[in-house]
């Protein structure tokens, strides 16, 4: 399977906890996306990278989440003392940034956090 | 403020039948409008998307039609079969603050069930 892997699958933490997830976009693919999707909503956008530049983040990434991309290649989202409004589903996506609007993010299955 | 409106929530269609998605948006800066289908358990996946100098476009079964002036737009699904049933996002695109990046802002969905 050559699409965007993300992994854990799922992820049970208690409130304070931290906990990091992972995102392996499509070869060569240089941009990289984070979303949240909470139950009964459209993935929210948290943050963009291009190669291994975070270039933008939404207000929604508050001081608790941090992403990563070190070497243009996977990514890691963690999120520090984790609280209950954290639970969400986590979707990371990839584009290969040919550039232009029609640059087609393509999304992994997401990480699922329920936070007790 | 939800920038970009789906109705309706739910939709309940029979094999054959036509399924039609409709969402509005106020920001005159989105540019490109992608609708993006989900099965459970699996992420967001690009199903048809349309310019605004456009007013409609047709891929097999789906349609998107796009009235500029109502800044509203619709996903007609034709001869709906039971493998249509997904949820289905619409989305608007606007170039990020990154610059070269392209944010998708998203409805909030559409649970479509196409009865056998």
């Known amino acids: 399977d050559t699409g965007v892997s993300q992994d854990p699958r799922h992820k049970i933490t208690k409130r304070g906890q931290n906990v990091t997830f992972r995102c392996d976009p499509i070869?060569?693919?240089?941009?990289l996306y984070w979303y949240r999707q909470t139950l009964g909503q459209g993935p929210e956008f948290l943050t963009y990278?291009?190669?291994?530049?975070?270039?933008?983040k939404s207000r929604l990434l508050s001081d608790r989440f941090s992403a990563e991309r070190p070497k243009g290649s996977f990514s890691t989202l963690e999120i520090q003392r984790t609280e209950q409004g954290d639970s969400a589903m986590y979707l990371c996506?990839?584009?290969?940034?040919?550039?232009?609007?029609?640059?087609?993010?393509?999304f992994g299955p997401g990480t699922r956090l329920t936070v007790l | 403020q939800q920038q970009v409106k789906q109705s309706p929530q739910s939709l309940i269609v029979q094999k054959g039948g036509i399924s039609i998605i409709n969402c509005a948006y106020e920001?005159?800066?989105?540019?490109?409008f992608p609708w993006y289908q989900q099965f459970p358990g699996k992420g967001p996946a690009l199903l048809i998307a349309?310019?605004?100098?456009?007013s409609e476009k047709k891929e097999g079964r789906f349609t998107i039609s796009f009235n500029k002036s109502a800044k509203q737009f619709s996903l007609h699904i034709m001869d709906s079969q039971p493998g249509d049933s997904a949820t289905y996002f619409c989305?608007?695109?606007?170039?990020?603050?990154?610059?070269?990046?392209?944010?998708?802002?998203f409805g909030k969905g559409t649970l479509l069930t196409v009865n056998p």
């Open positions: 349309i310019r605004p100098d456009v």
């Open positions: 989305a608007a695109i606007t170039v990020g603050s990154g610059g070269s990046n392209y944010k998708l802002t």
């Open positions: 990278f291009q190669n291994e530049a975070q270039l933008e």
């Open positions: 920001n005159t800066a989105f540019d490109y």
């Open positions: 996506a990839s584009s290969p940034g040919l550039g232009g609007r029609t640059d087609t993010q393509y």
């Open positions: 070869s060569e693919h240089n941009r």
